[in-house]
């Protein structure tokens, strides 16, 4: 299944951003999907994930600011940025696959988050 991602942009500090990933097939039986980030000069970093039951999980940095969703009906999995900082700016993935460090494919194109001050 490919992955397209959507919906990074700029936004102020203290905004807020919700970023889509669309699957080319169903996502219904894929165990897991996740979110990933890479700031410039800096690893990329797992962000969130969510498995085929609904069971989410976050970086410890990032719990209750983000919140990971997904529609199986439309093939789409979404994460809900809210009081970004400009930490937050990288570019963001997203994964399918098995577990947060299991995942499929070649990464995509990404969409990119900038959050000024």
């Known amino acids: 299944v490919q992955l397209v991602e959507s919906g990074g942009g700029l936004v102020q500090a203290g905004g807020s951003l919700r970023l889509s990933c669309v699957a080319s097939?169903?996502?219904?039986?894929?165990?897991?999907m996740g979110w990933y980030r890479q700031a410039p000069g800096k690893e990329r970093e797992w962000v969130a994930g969510i498995t085929s039951g609904g069971s989410t999980n976050y970086a410890d940095s990032l719990k209750g600011r983000f919140t990971i969703s997904r529609d199986n009906a439309k093939n789409t999995v979404y994460l809900q940025m809210n009081s970004l900082k400009p930490e937050d700016s990288a570019h963001y993935y997203c994964?399918?696959?098995?577990?947060?460090?299991?995942?499929?494919?070649?990464w995509g194109q990404g969409t990119q988050v900038i959050v000024s001050s």
């Open positions: 994964r399918a696959g098995l577990s947060s460090t299991i995942t499929f494919g070649s």
């Open positions: 097939g169903s996502i219904s039986g894929i165990n897991y």
